[in-house]
């Protein structure tokens, strides 16, 4: 039986998952288990559960692990060499700092408006201490607005006025949309046409910050990832000033 439970183990965890979907996979993938072997791992399920619990286990611990290494890997690229990880993507504040503040943001995240109102303040209390970087995480899935805001915002990047479009969809949360977009890219004298063209060749960009946050397994927005002399690493809207005054 213990030689039957090890070499089911994976193939229980799959017949499982089939059955509960219906066996809804794809028409192409053609699948087809043996009849007599699917009655051995469901009859093994049945009386030995656990099966299912340790593979799941098991599965999750290697997803954490290779997020971990994937965190690290990123770490340090970023201690080593910061500017290839800012890349053409928004920045504030000092110019070639030690320290660099890396944001995901989304700009119909009610929290990420909060969180921009500290991290002005901190601009404002700590002057040439650190590099405010923005990359885009529009939840896109549950907010509306969040990826055209980030093409609308991504554009204004393009003719040098990213943060003052920033601060005013932040600042006017509750009325994104297209109405929006344009009276704000018409009161920071934008070039509309280029504006308009720009909004269209958005995505490639944002979906690098997209990919890029996928793999770090950020979970929400706003989210942060800092390097600086004492300390590197994911860390809390909270937590930022210890470190930038040396603490942490």
Excluded at 20 to 34: E, M
Excluded at 70 to 97: C, H, L, M, V, Y
Excluded at 188 to 206: E, G, P, Q
Aim: proline fraction near 5%; aromatic fraction near 10%; charge should be positive.
């Amino acid at each position: 039986m213990f030689r039957i439970l090890t070499q089911f183990r994976n193939l229980a965890t799959i017949s499982l998952i089939c059955l509960i979907l219906g066996w809804s996979l794809p028409a192409q993938a053609d699948v087809k288990i043996d009849p007599q072997l699917e009655q051995q791992v469901l009859e093994i399920i049945r009386k030995h559960p656990e099966i299912i619990l340790d593979s799941v286990e098991t599965y999750q611990e290697r997803q954490q692990q290779k997020l971990q290494q994937s965190r690290q890997e990123f770490i340090n690229n970023f201690q080593a060499n910061p500017q290839a990880i800012i890349d053409d993507s928004p920045t504030i504040g000092a110019n070639k700092s030690k320290t660099v503040l890396i944001e995901f943001s989304d700009f119909e995240c009610p929290y990420c408006a909060e969180a921009n109102k500290t991290l002005k303040g901190l601009l404002a209390k700590y002057p040439g201490k650190f590099t405010l970087v923005y990359k885009h995480f529009p939840l896109y899935q549950i907010h509306d607005q969040a990826l055209p805001a980030a093409t609308a915002a991504w554009a204004a990047h393009q003719q040098g006025k990213f943060w003052e479009y920033h601060n005013t969809l932040f600042a006017n949360q509750k009325q994104l949309g297209e109405t929006l977009y344009l009276d704000t890219a018409k009161k920071l004298k934008l070039n509309l046409t280029k504006f308009n063209s720009d909004r269209k060749l958005a995505n490639n960009s944002i979906g690098k910050d997209l990919l890029l946050a996928q793999k770090l397994g950020l979970g929400g927005t706003p989210s942060f990832i800092i390097t600086s002399p004492n300390f590197s690493g994911p860390v809390k809207l909270t937590d930022i000033e210890k470190i930038l005054q040396g603490k942490q």
